[in-house]
């Protein structure tokens, strides 16, 4: 019965579809960004909902600035406007149509680029995005004020979640597939480090005193801010210490949305890429993840932070952009004019 | 004979509906309608106009949330319409079809052997059956083409006939549509909708299927790739996300199962036509291309196109890729050309047209000219030269001023227009803002040709929204029907 079942499975190779192992590069490039901006609205949403909450108590306006930093958009930022003030950053981050990193312009681009994969995703993964990034792209100032705020951010957050879920139970699993995993991966990893970056330095007093007293309810925060507050609590409920909640963003592999989870799922979409799919040009970019894995294995936290959390993330950060610039400089090359 | 006699029943959604002087696709045929017809009449009477305005209004939300559109773009807006759906079917018979089935077979025949003829050995043109300044001169004639023999002898694999019917009900070819014909994904996708909003209305009746089109489509292009390849890789060519018709290629290229490309998706090294994938180059056989011949190639033609492959018209000259449709067919879904459309049938088919011509005067003949000048007040006419910029001139609705200066246009350069009387195009019952009116109607029947010639059961009716109006167009305001043929 054993050999049965066993002969059964090896009817079975790994699937070598007709026609699956053409993917054009256009498609590749369009699949890994349409992950990229889901995920980042869903991100910004995120950020901009625990943000308005966090702060509303004490002064309206406060700790809007970090937002502001985590996305590094200081300069276009006060180009426009003088102070960061709630209403200029939610406007900013969500119905400014001139900063490319609102959430009306990620959601033009994330439909342009399914607009390019129409002829490769499935129709509810095409139906779900065109209903959601049309609603998105018609969001006015009027439906961003404070009252509306964090109804919004949930149903931007509900949205993402919905395209990523239906992606996940449609979309035909050969290549694009593996690229689209490769894009929401990255675009996490980069997230997570900009996110630990940014609050640990805001929120610690100073240098000396990690692990002293701090305001819980800003860590929570933090955790809210990568939807990690619940595991975190399930797995260290009495251990709320900056160390403790940047280890366990940067390094429990049971956190899908962690450092360490991010790149594993980076480390597997490539390797099928490298193994089924045989695709040359995968190993250097494996290497350089490799690297990246091992660091984060071999250091502690306390380690990290002791070295400088800032420089680390900033080194990944850059790793990161590399891997991302390895993967289209082996996947779609720049056109080379071919003259006949 | 007598028109159809109402049963009690059919009243109902019909009771005002008044089309004096035209005939009707549903109502006042002059045959005896065919039990399927009868019931699809005696079902739509017992709608009222509320449940049916319920439904078209679930269709167009349903079309909106699908992206069934067409683009329009504006600065860096990209504004999608939808195009206009009736939830009341255009139906015809299983005789009418078979009609003009063979009609259009026989018409894509014409036209092969035709484009054939005029880039080789010119013997319709030496015969003296068309004047050899209108093909020679035409400007999408093309040079390239001189000489190529195509696999199969086809040029033209995708084919749109445009259709009318007149007074009597007989179908008339308004135009031939030999370069890019669009509209066959409506056609598809308005049947998916109606048999999902319209069930009460289909069910029992025995429609002729239209989901064949894109395994179709797929065969014959794979038919015509170049001789010896035993898997040949089909690809649709596309201008882009930002072409009117993208939509179309999206849902022709899922139907096939073929990946849709653009220009700077390919390339063409030795000769020969390769994609850009993930994994390196992958050889390309047949190109259903949706991208004007101007586009094509920029070493060829037009050099500032960004649009095309540098290469694929040497690639196609040395018999490495099939282009469907063959460059240069624009020559014979001209104006000027359909003129002679039934003489070019009897030439080479040596049969008389299945589908006639709409009465077509050309004025470069003189007896053309005679009559035209004779009757202007009752013909509409149409310069037929790249060169034109005139118009149109619309007899009936001109002023003696129009009239005359027109007679003098045609004195000074007869050769560049025809005239044809003003057809009475049939209507079909329509959901109107004031109940269920009649609307003209056309035809645009699809023609799939590899091996041999395949026509999709139904086509395209586009149906004019506007009261009188005889503009189908899209981007006049036109719309669309769900066409059902009947088996039997």
Redesign the interface.
């Known amino acids: 019965m054993g050999s049965g079942i066993m002969t059964q499975v090896s009817a079975f190779p790994p699937p070598v579809l007709p ?1 699956l ?8 490039e369009s699949t890994m960004w349409l992950a990229r901006y889901m995920e980042r609205i869903e991100n910004m949403a995120r950020l901009i909902e625990v943000t308005g909450s966090s702060v509303q108590a004490s002064n309206m306006d406060a700790g809007w600035d970090s937002v502001i930093r985590i996305n590094a958009d200081d300069a276009l930022f006060f180009q426009h406007h003088e102070a960061a003030t709630e209403r200029s950053v939610v406007s900013f981050y969500i119905t400014d149509r001139d900063n490319p990193d609102s959430i009306v312009s990620m959601a033009r681009c994330a439909r ?1 680029n399914a ?2 994969l ?2 490769l995703i499935s ?1 509810e993964m ?2 779900h995005l ?2 959601f990034t049309r609603w998105v792209m018609e969001l006015g100032p009027d439906d961003v004020g404070a009252g509306d705020l964090s109804p919004l951010c949930t149903r931007l957050k509900q949205d993402c979640q919905t395209h990523f879920g239906i992606t996940e139970g449609t979309l035909y699993r050969d ?1 694009a597939w593996l ?1 689209y995993i490769l894009g929401k991966n990255l675009e996490r990893a980069d997230q997570i480090t900009r996110l630990i970056d940014i609050k640990y330095h805001t929120l610690l007093p100073s240098g000396a005193d990690v692990g002293s007293d701090i305001d819980l309810s800003q860590w929570t925060s933090v955790l809210r801010s990568a939807a990690a507050y619940h595991a975190f609590r399930r797995v260290l409920p009495e251990g709320m210490t900056p160390a403790n909640i940047v280890g366990f963003m940067l390094k429990n592999d049971g956190f899908p949305r962690s450092l360490s989870a991010s790149l594993r799922s980076v480390d597997g979409a490539l390797s099928s ?1 490298a193994g089924e ?4 040009h995968c190993s250097p970019i494996l290497e350089r993840l490799e690297e990246l894995r091992v660091t984060l294995v071999e250091q502690t936290v306390e380690d990290i932070i002791m070295r400088g959390l800032h420089e680390y993330m900033d080194w990944i950060q850059r790793q990161l952009r590399q891997i991302q610039n390895d993967i289209a400089h082996a ?2 090359p720049p ?1 080379v ?4 | 004979m007598n028109d159809m006699k109402m049963t009690a029943q059919a009243a109902g959604l019909f009771a005002t509906y008044d089309v004096p002087d035209f005939f009707c696709e549903l109502l006042n045929r002059r045959d005896i309608p065919p039990s399927g017809l009868q019931l699809v009449r005696d079902r739509l009477a017992c709608f009222d106009p509320g449940e049916l305005r319920r439904r078209a209004a679930a269709v167009e939300a349903q079309f909106y ?3 069934i559109t067409f683009t329009v773009y504006s600065d860096s807006e990209a504004i999608d319409r939808v195009l206009p759906f009736d939830v009341i079917p255009r139906v015809l018979t299983a005789a009418e079809w078979d009609h003009v089935e063979r009609g259009v077979q026989q018409r894509v025949q014409a036209i092969n052997l035709f484009l054939h003829d005029i880039y080789h050995d010119r013997h319709i043109l030496r015969d003296g059956v068309v004047p050899e300044h209108l093909v020679l001169g035409n400007a999408n004639y093309c040079q390239a083409m001189v000489g190529l023999d195509v696999p199969g002898g086809v040029y033209v694999h995708v084919n749109g006939t445009d259709l009318v019917r007149d007074r009597d009900g007989r179908f008339l070819v308004l135009e031939d549509n030999a370069r890019t014909p669009s509209g066959a994904s409506y056609v598809l996708e308005n049947r998916q909708m109606m048999l999902r909003l319209m069930p009460d209305l289909a069910t029992g009746l025995d429609i002729r299927p239209v989901d064949e089109y894109g395994p179709r489509l797929h065969r014959a292009l794979a038919e015509v790739a170049p001789a010896g390849v035993a898997n040949p ?1 089909v690809v649709l060519l596309s201008p882009g ?1 930002y072409n009117a018709a ?1 939509f179309e290629h ?1 849902f022709l ?2 139907e096939m ?6 220009g ?2 390919l ?3 030795d000769g020969r036509v390769y ?6 180059p ?1 050889p390309v056989h047949s190109i259903y291309r949706r991208l004007n011949d101007d586009f094509l190639d920029p ?1 060829v033609f037009n050099p500032d196109s960004l649009l095309g492959v ?2 694929l018209v ?1 690639a196609y000259r040395r018999g490495n890729v099939t282009l469907a449709n063959a460059i240069g067919t624009g020559v014979a879904d001209d104006k000027a050309v359909y003129a002679y459309m039934p003489r070019i049938i009897r030439y080479y088919l040596d049969q008389d047209p299945i589908l006639t011509n709409v009465e077509t005067h050309i004025c470069g003949e003189p007896e053309g000219l005679a009559y035209t000048l004779a009757n202007l007040e009752h013909l509409v006419v149409k310069p037929v030269g790249e060169s034109g910029g005139y118009g149109l001139l619309i007899g009936p609705h001109a002023t003696q001023a129009q009239l005359d200066e027109f007679r003098a246009l045609l004195r000074a350069d007869p050769a560049n227009y025809i005239s044809q009387p003003v057809i009475s195009l049939s209507v079909s019952p329509t959901l109107c803002p004031g109940g269920v009116e009649g609307r003209h109607v056309d035809l645009r029947p699809f023609a799939v040709t590899g091996r041999n010639t395949w026509v999709l059961p139904g086509g395209l009716s586009r149906v004019a929204l506007r009261k009188g109006s005889l503009v189908v167009n899209s981007s006049q305001g036109g719309g669309a029907k769900d066409t059902w043929v009947l088996a039997s």
């Open positions: 026609g192992r053409n993917l054009l590069s256009r498609y590749a342009e607009r390019v129409r002829p129709t095409w139906m065109n209903v290549q690229f890429l799919y045989r695709l040359r996947f779609w056109v004019s071919v003259q006949a | 949330r699908l992206g890789q996300i993208y999206v290229a899922r199962g073929i990946p849709l490309v653009e700077r998706d390339m063409v090294e994609m850009r994938t993930v994994g390196g992958r070493l540098p290469g040497d």
